[in-house]
């Protein structure tokens, strides 16, 4: 916890590490977030010189005032041409700013510039007072977490979904899950609220144990090949999520004797509960566990080695073309050192066409021409979910990415 005071300085100062933010939960803003050792050369290098004003973003504003709904990637595009640049921005007030991780909405941001360089530094309101969100601790203290006002580097809420639903897997990576063998009264479909039973072989069989935490399991479906679009290899399997269950009663055996007296053992299935539906569950859908909720650091940052890369596929079976928010699946994954946070640019396939002006009628192809950024957020050995953060044209599977400078 923080007392949020009228000493803005100290209880709400601005880190101006403008995209090093994460998703925000309860305890996160105490977390020592990553930081490079090479982004914080730059950042040194920037607080003794300052930014370039040619590097500074068409329309810079002299001062901001940061608010509500803002994200660390767009407060950052403000002031920068590239918004994933964010070592530069933190230097250009690193003297201020100790903690390149904490900003919260009142703050203002300052543009000074002189002798074509660029620094930029944080000020109280006009009327001296604390930022809006700042609370007086006269006549009684008030104590409040200022993690819920802190930015994130994105919309969570985009992100987020991704996380738990879609999950990458080997060949045999949902055929070894346990799966539903059967529903109550013969339903078909199950849907929230509804009871189901489920069964898995060997180590993967739904087991209970008295006293622990209730189990609760993801629940998928139609597991689809992502191939390489160049290479056409299988890099892994798409699982769709369809909701999730909780485990009500193990598996389990029970003895009983048949119609001529002979006695047998009966396998009885394990009981869950189908808690979450994303749409209607069936017979044959697989579980998996369901992981512990991680909350992760995102710091947007270009990767050290050349990247060539390509999109595998746009997430969701209608669509075709990638818009802005929306997630791909690129074709590296850990195996290639793709790590999150990583941002790429996104090239436009450039067009083919007869040269009408040449009257052999020679095949010219155009250069491909930059159409976006993305960024990494979750990655798999050959594979990564990536969020489409700018795009000019749309992006469609099998377009180039690379480094983005």
């Known amino acids: 916890m923080m007392v949020k005071s009228r000493v803005a300085s100290q209880a709400t100062i601005v880190a101006l590490t403008v995209l090093a933010g994460s998703l925000v939960s309860a305890p996160v803003w105490a977390q020592n977030y990553p930081v490079t050792a090479g982004q914080k050369a730059t950042a040194i290098q920037v607080a003794q010189a300052g930014v370039p004003l040619s590097e500074l973003a068409a329309n810079a504003p002299d001062n901001y005032t940061v608010k509500r709904g803002d994200t660390l990637w767009a407060i950052s595009g403000i002031f920068l041409k590239s918004a994933w640049r964010w070592p530069e921005l933190w230097g250009m007030n690193l003297n201020d700013i100790k903690n390149p991780h904490l900003i919260y909405p009142g703050q203002q941001l300052y543009l000074e510039k002189k002798d074509g360089r660029a620094t930029l530094r944080t000020q109280q309101t006009a009327t001296n007072e604390a930022p809006t969100d700042t609370v007086r601790l006269s006549p009684r203290t008030r104590y409040e977490s200022l993690a819920s006002d802190a930015l994130p580097t994105l919309k969570s809420h985009l992100i987020e979904p991704f996380l738990a639903e879609p999950v990458i897997v080997d060949e045999n990576g949902l055929t070894a899950a346990p799966r539903i063998v059967a529903a109550q009264e013969g339903r078909v479909l199950l849907t929230r609220g509804d009871r189901a039973y489920a069964r898995g072989q060997g180590d993967a069989a739904l087991t209970d144990e008295p006293g622990q935490k209730q189990k609760a399991y993801r629940v998928f479906r139609n597991a689809t090949p992502l191939k390489d679009p160049v290479t056409a290899e299988v890099l892994g399997y798409e699982?769709?999520?369809?909701?999730?269950?909780?485990?009500?009663?193990?598996?389990?055996?029970?003895?009983?004797?048949?119609?001529?007296?002979?006695?047998?053992?009966?396998?009885?299935?394990?009981?869950?509960?189908?808690?979450?539906?994303?749409?209607?569950?069936?017979?044959?859908?697989?579980?998996?566990?369901?992981?512990?909720?991680?909350?992760?650091?995102?710091?947007?940052?270009?990767?050290?080695?050349?990247?060539?890369?390509?999109?595998?596929?746009?997430?969701?079976?209608?669509?075709?073309?990638?818009?802005?928010?929306?997630?791909?699946v690129i074709n590296l994954g850990t195996r290639d050192g793709i790590e999150s946070g990583h941002v790429l640019a996104i090239l436009k396939d450039g067009a083919r066409l007869v040269d009408k002006t040449d009257e052999a009628r020679t095949e010219l192809k155009l250069p491909d021409e930059r159409n976006g950024l993305l960024m990494v957020f979750r990655t798999f050995e050959k594979l990564s979910y990536a969020l489409v953060l700018e795009i000019t044209d749309g992006a469609k599977v099998g377009d180039r990415l690379v480094n983005p400078r």
């Open 239 to 328: 699982a769709q999520y369809v909701g999730k269950a909780l485990l009500v009663r193990g598996e389990s055996t029970q003895e009983s004797t048949d119609a001529s007296g002979k006695a047998r053992t009966d396998i009885v299935p394990a009981t869950i509960d189908i808690v979450a539906a994303k749409e209607e569950m069936r017979i044959g859908d697989r579980l998996l566990p369901e992981p512990e909720r991680q909350f992760q650091s995102y710091v947007p940052h270009a990767p050290q080695a050349k990247v060539n890369a390509r999109i595998v596929s746009v997430y969701g079976s209608a669509v075709v073309n990638a818009a802005q928010n929306q997630v791909v």
